[in-house]
């Protein structure tokens, strides 16, 4: 079963050395926790490029069944009893996004695929990468731009996603006022994405419309899965 008409991608700032701390309460209690309401936890992630922000992404069938799954997690038993431990490794929770997606690959985890079990603690070695990009929040024809020029110089991709334009009905948790396009592609080791690309005229090309097209600059993602993510 494909997931999802409706994605959070998460990012959080936590206090320095207690990443770790946060990941491994995440895993044992708000995967099956948060999945129980029913969400999907597509992935959980350690940002490669710094040591201090936690990455994740779930899934819901609909915004209506966001709305109901998120008030059921935050306010049900799991929440009330982990929270003041999550709240405390973490400071800032606030860089979240509403997505919807364009297209999924078959990489991208779909609902009913395996996860390791409570307890996993050996971490993948393979490497989630992707970018976000910050478009204009009108239709310049950017995601088509995207799709035409950009996605044959990519390696396969497990996910497009973009902006769901639409009110946010869970507002005890912020999202970022922004319109953008995520891509995301996985990879066995970094060593088999590290200069992909970088070394390519076209590629170079691309990346300069792209620029010209953003309204500000794109963030880059490397991320490594948690012992339990199931985007691996």
Known sequence: ??????????????????????????????????????????GQFRDLDDEDRFVWMRGFASLEARAEALNGFYYGPTWKAHAAAANATMRDSDNALLLRPVWFGPEFPAVDALRPPVGSEEVPGSVVVGAVYHRPSVDDGFVEFFLSEVVPLLPPLAAVLETLPAENNFPALPLRDETVLVWLARFDDESAWEGQLSSSAEWQEVTAELDRRCVRPAQELRLRPTARSQFV
């Open 1 to 42: 079963m494909e997931c999802c008409a409706v994605l959070d991608l998460r990012q959080y700032t936590v206090f320095p050395g207690r990443r770790d701390e946060l990941i491994e309460l995440f895993d044992r209690e708000f995967v099956e926790g948060q999945e129980a309401y029913g969400m999907h936890l597509c």
